[in-house]
């Protein structure tokens, strides 16, 4: 069974600190990564996806992505109460399918 | 606006009752698939469709149906051997190539 494993949390950091949530996966034929944001009652929506090594910025927002390590994280700089939400992460296999992690808890407190 | 309109937004079962979830896309995506999110979890595939008349079971098929018969609409039945059907409800679609996922708004079912 492949799996993505994520941290629940919650994490909780102060605003305007840089937040970062982890994610590990099982497959190692996985090449493709993606981070949603899921407020409470409300369907995800992507943030992120990165399918290279290395870093992808985007805003306050940097995915990394160690394929040896099998390790993918998001990072979230200055960090605001509006970014309190559960951050999926995800991971495509074959047939285009994706495999969620359970998602992690970030309490941004002002 | 292009997007995913999952309808209706609550729907209630009764036991022993099939009931449909709508999913409908304008984004003339080619894959569409459904999901069921419990608290707490992360979401579990429940069928995915690669293009029209054509679908696979994913990770938890049992107890629920598809059908793909446009490009626009996957519909999923919760049928009345689902025991559980409780859930968050999530259709997505995606394009061709290495396009990431996007979300409907999510139908929320509940047991009368």
């Known amino acids: 069974q492949k799996e993505v494993e994520q941290n629940s949390g919650p994490l909780s950091v102060p605003e305007g600190a840089i937040a970062s949530l982890n994610c590990t996966y099982s497959d190692r034929g996985s090449q493709s990564f993606f981070w949603y944001r899921q407020y409470s009652g409300k369907s995800p929506e992507l943030i992120m996806f990165?399918?290279?090594?290395g870093d992808k910025e985007d805003g306050r927002f940097t995915a990394q992505l160690n394929k040896a390590s099998q390790y993918v994280s998001l990072l979230i700089r200055d960090s605001q109460p509006s970014d309190s939400a559960t951050y999926l992460c995800?991971?495509?296999?074959?047939?285009?399918?994706?495999?969620f992690g359970a998602g992690t808890i970030l309490r941004v407190k002002s | 606006d292009g997007g995913i309109t999952q309808s209706p937004k609550y729907l209630f079962r009764k036991e022993g009752q099939n009931v449909t979830l709508s999913c409908e896309q304008n984004l003339n995506h080619d894959a569409m698939y459904w999901y069921r999110q419990d608290p707490g979890q992360g979401l579990r595939l429940i069928y995915y469709?690669?293009?029209?008349?054509?679908?696979q079971k994913g990770d938890i098929a049992e107890g629920y149906s598809v059908s793909r018969e446009k490009k626009e609409s996957f519909p999923l039945t919760v049928t009345s051997a689902q025991k559980n059907p409780t859930a968050f409800y999530l259709c997505?679609?995606?394009?061709?190539?290495?396009?990431?996922?996007?979300f409907g708004d999510g139908t929320r079912l509940s047991i009368l």
């Open positions: 997505a679609s995606t394009g061709t190539g290495d396009q990431p996922q996007h």
């Open positions: 995800a991971a495509r296999e074959y047939g285009n399918k994706l495999v």
């Open positions: 469709s690669q293009i029209v008349n054509d679908f």
């Open positions: 990165i399918y290279s090594n």
